[in-house]
């Protein structure tokens, strides 16, 4: 019985392909370029350029929740302008899975830590993040953020904290 046990898992393990990622492959290269636009120097026009217009993005903000194209470009702005010597740093690039089928459907997950400066107060911050996004004709079409975002404007907005 257990050579018969042995023989099928052998069986079955053999008849498994490895995942195809080549899609997330090509579309991890459009969300690093999306990404790094945050980086300094920002390029605003480089993340608009990589956004799509029927976007629908989870918002980090308190409240906010799925937002817009307009929305998804006003907080990009709030960033970029916002804050400067910004890193992205030690991120974890993995694919996303179909929820069903747990197989790579080409979407692109990753956790990271932004850091920088409040371009208003010198303040640093550092905050630890997680993205996901989907993308249709090259363009991200379905992203979302999770991160501290109101604790981090709080913090590098409190003029009394040491530079």
């Known amino acids: 019985m257990k050579n018969l046990l042995l023989v099928l898992i052998l069986i079955l393990?053999?008849?498994?392909q490895p995942a195809d990622l080549s899609l997330y492959e090509a579309n991890l290269e459009i969300v690093k370029?999306?990404?790094?636009?945050?980086?300094?120097?920002?390029?605003?026009?480089?993340?608009?350029?990589l956004t799509h217009m029927d976007i629908k993005h989870q918002s980090p903000m308190y409240g906010q929740g799925l937002v817009d194209y307009d929305q998804?470009?006003?907080?990009?702005?709030?960033?970029?302008?916002?804050?400067?010597?910004?890193?992205?740093?030690n991120p974890i690039?993995?694919?996303?899975?179909?929820?069903?089928?747990?197989?790579?459907?080409?979407s692109v997950r990753v956790y990271g830590t932004w850091?920088?400066?409040?371009?208003?107060?010198?303040?640093?911050?550092?905050?630890?993040?997680?993205?996901?996004f989907n993308v249709k004709d090259g363009l991200v079409n379905v992203s979302?953020?999770?991160?501290?975002?109101?604790?981090?404007?709080?913090?590098?907005?409190?003029?009394?904290?040491?530079?």
């Open 33 to 49: 370029k999306s990404i790094s636009c945050y980086e300094t120097p920002s390029d605003f026009e480089t993340f608009k350029s």
């Open 72 to 89: 998804v470009l006003g907080q990009a702005k709030f960033y970029m302008e916002g804050f400067t010597n910004v890193s992205f740093e």
């Open 144 to 163: 979302g953020d999770y991160f501290d975002a109101t604790g981090m404007v709080l913090a590098v907005s409190d003029t009394t904290q040491n530079k």
């Open 115 to 132: 850091k920088g400066e409040s371009v208003e107060t010198g303040n640093p911050f550092s905050v630890d993040s997680y993205h996901y």
């Open 93 to 106: 690039w993995l694919p996303g899975v179909n929820d069903s089928t747990l197989i790579p459907d080409g």
């Open 13 to 16: 393990s053999a008849c498994s």
